[in-house]
């Protein structure tokens, strides 16, 4: 643990997540400029670095200028690299407890009231989770975190463990989104949208860079079939809580019935 840098009297330390990978480390000024923009400035950005990124095959070459920005931000070494969720895993063993967290992405320029808001939300309700943008992906409601995704740190408890068993699939470890939301389903953690909250009802970000994106990457490990293998196999490990498991039986009995119908009608 590192000494935070004090809060406020009575209120809970916020802590921001963020990781990237050797091709972007060196486009990350923008994001962490916004950081320090915000009406709500955190008390500690985590930077999660592994020793060697498994998507680049390459180890990580830190620009001198990341000093610049302390104390605020503080470059985690990881041994695992855990994907886009490093974010999140990362930050596990360096958190005040309790605190607020918020992970975000390394290539946006995030608006000035981007924490403020998600750091409202989350410290009024502690059994809830916020983004600024959420939606329904089979049985799973998901926040996407490029927009944001806030945690009262207590809530993380196990997430550790749900990571273990639910990046065995490499569609799973490509959308860190799907499976951390998962993971808040299970535990009975609502994802909350604050999308009501943008004064333009536009984004809360402004892309910084186009370098080596999630959704530029094809195949099996293209954002559509992750998401879609990638919730196949939560379900099909039982990851998902029994609640989610039961609607998802029964959507599948749905159309199964709906199948045989249209067949007899036919006949």
């Known amino acids: 643990m590192f000494d935070m ?26 994001m962490l400029d916004s950081l320090l923009a915000q009406t709500h400035p955190p008390d500690r950005v985590l930077l999660g670095l592994p020793h060697l990124s498994l998507r680049e095959a390459r180890p990580y070459e830190q620009p ?21 969720g490093t974010k999140l895993l990362a930050c596990l063993e360096h958190l005040p407890e309790p605190c607020v967290l918020v992970i975000a992405d390394d290539d946006m320029y995030y608006r000035p009231f981007f924490l403020a808001q998600l750091y409202r939300y989350q410290s009024y309700d502690r059994h809830s989770s916020f983004s600024y943008c959420t939606y329904r992906y089979g049985p799973i409601d998901v926040a996407q975190g490029a ?23 490499p569609q799973v470890r490509q959308v860190d989104d799907l499976w951390i939301s998962a993971f808040l389903q299970s ?11 943008v004064p333009d009802q536009g984004n809360v970000y402004a892309t910084s860079h186009l370098l080596n994106q999630l959704h530029q990457v094809s195949g099996d490990l293209g954002r559509g079939q992750a998401m879609r293998e990638g919730t196949r196999f939560l379900l099909e490990q039982g990851l998902l809580g029994r609640r ?8 599948k009995a749905a159309r199964r019935a709906l199948a045989l119908m249209a067949l007899m009608a036919r006949a």
């Open 5 to 30: 840098i004090n809060p406020a009297p009575g209120t809970l330390p916020l802590v921001v997540g963020v990781t990237t990978l050797p091709s972007r480390i060196h486009s990350m000024r923008p």
């Open 64 to 84: 001198a200028w990341l000093a610049d920005y302390a104390p605020m931000l503080h470059v985690v070494p990881c041994a695992q690299d855990w994907g886009p």
């Open 147 to 169: 927009d944001g995704f806030s945690f009262y740190s207590p809530n993380l408890a196990g997430v550790a463990d749900f990571a273990q068993a639910a990046l065995r699939s």
């Open 187 to 197: 535990r009975g953690i609502e994802v909350q949208s604050l999308r009501h909250l």
């Open 244 to 251: 989610a498991q039961a609607e998802a039986l029964l959507r």
